[in-house]
T-cell receptor, first 114, second 114 residues
Framework: QKEVEQDPGPLSVPEGAIVSLNCTYS??????FMWYRQYSRKGPELLMY????GNKEDGRFTAQVDKSSKYISLFIRDSQPSDSATYLC??????????????FGTGTRLLVSP | NAGVMQNPRHLVRRRGQEARLRCSPM?????VYWYRQLPEEGLKFMVY????????ESGMPKERFSAEFPKEGPSILRIQQVVRGDSAAYFC????????????FGPGTRLTVT
């Protein structure tokens, strides 16, 4: 079983739809949760960074973390064709070592049609 | 405000040759991470470096792979005697501190081994 599971998609939605992207994980030591967006043949771009459980909102993006269920989500409101990309979840553990490597999901490909 | 720089963007090597990938972190960042992305897989952590020090190389293959981050100049990921299985996208990320999980990625180097 992978430490982080993410549906590869593709997820196809019409412009203006609300998009829900999700990851589950198995390692209860994870405390930091991130979402990256990756356009084809480009590097990952950090979208959201959250610590522990709760919600965080930034513009059209909302990240949710439910540590009790080991489940994280990214919501995109009013989706645009320019949101078409692969979305990667990433997470890392406690800070006691001063560093934690990021563990990534495989990414969900999102297609927003005009 | 330059981001993480990587070069070359594309690299073709024949089996048995050496590959050298370079990464310059964001201005003000002194922590560098290397990740590898194989087709249809998520990013996998390889190594974490600070200036003149390898902090964590738990994701590096035991043979043929090495990394450095000298006092002056970019970080270098070196792959000796490349094989076809080394074909992948190699991404470098940087952060302002090792405990800071906000890692910012470069555009990647796509290595093709023929």
């Amino acid at each position: 079983q992978k430490e982080v599971e993410q549906d590869p998609g593709p997820l196809s939605v019409p412009e203006g739809a609300i998009v829900s992207l999700n990851c589950t994980y198995s390692n209860s030591a994870f405390q930091y949760f991130m979402w990256y967006r990756q356009y084809s043949r480009k590097g990952p771009e950090l979208l959201m960074y959250t610590y522990s459980s709760g919600n965080k909102e930034d513009g059209r993006f909302t990240a949710q973390v439910d540590k009790s269920s080991k489940y994280i989500s990214l919501f995109i409101r009013d989706s645009q064709p320019s949101d078409s990309a692969t979305y990667l979840c990433a997470m890392s553990g406690a800070m006691n070592t001063g560093f934690q490597k990021l563990v990534f999901g495989t990414g969900t490909r999102l297609l927003v049609s005009p | 405000n330059a981001g993480v720089m990587q070069n070359p963007r594309h690299l073709v090597r024949r089996r048995g040759q050496e590959a050298r990938l370079r990464c310059s972190p964001m201005k003000g960042h002194s922590h560098v991470y290397w990740y590898r992305q194989l087709p249809e897989e998520g990013l996998k952590f390889m190594v974490y470096l600070q200036k003149e020090n390898i902090i964590d190389e738990s994701g590096m293959p035991k043979e043929r792979f090495s990394a450095e981050f000298p006092k002056e100049g970019p970080s270098i990921l070196r792959i000796q005697q490349v094989v076809r299985g080394d074909s992948a996208a190699y991404f470098c990320a940087s952060s302002s501190s090792g405990g800071d999980n906000e890692q910012y990625f470069g555009p990647g180097t796509r290595l093709t081994v023929t």
